[in-house]
Nanobody, 126 residues
Framework: QLQLVESGGGQVQVGGSLRLSCASSSGRGFSGGGWFRQAPGKEREFVAAISRSGTIISYADSVKGRFTVSRDNAENMYLQMNNLKSEDTAVYYC?????????????????????WGQGTQVTVSS
């Protein structure tokens, strides 16, 4: 079973930056990867996704131009968050798909992801 571990969350002021990391603790790689977030009282929402090769990337409209998703191998993924806003405050989850599975999936759909991290809190204060 692949386990994902997020790190890098914390508290930052409006306009600041944070970099989240996601690593496979089991040493096993993953195919597609992505990030979701959930704010208090709100539903979990898609943030960003990246393909295994790193060539196919998508973002939620709310973070386009401010967030950048990347990966450096099959086991590590990152989310660089710049110009943070108070509405970015949420628990951020990294997600992943099993290796050697179909690439035909909807990254915005929670049910299309096979593995979830435990989440890391990001708080943006004014």
């Amino acid at each position: 079973q692949l386990q994902l571990v997020e790190s890098g969350g914390g508290q930052v002021q409006v306009g600041g930056s944070l970099r989240l990391s996601c690593a496979s603790s089991s040493g096993r790689g993953f195919s597609g990867g992505g990030w979701f977030r959930q704010a208090p009282g709100k539903e979990r929402e898609f943030v960003a996704a990246i393909s295994r090769s790193g060539t196919i990337i998508s973002y939620a409209d709310s973070v386009k131009g401010r967030f950048t998703v990347s990966r450096d191998n099959a086991e590590n993924m990152y989310l660089q968050m710049n110009n943070l806003k108070s509405e970015d405050t949420a628990v951020y989850y990294c997600v992943a798909r099993r290796m050697f599975t179909t690439t035909n999936y909807d990254p915005r759909r929670t049910s299309d992801w096979h593995f979830w991290g435990q989440g890391t809190q990001v708080t943006v204060s004014s």
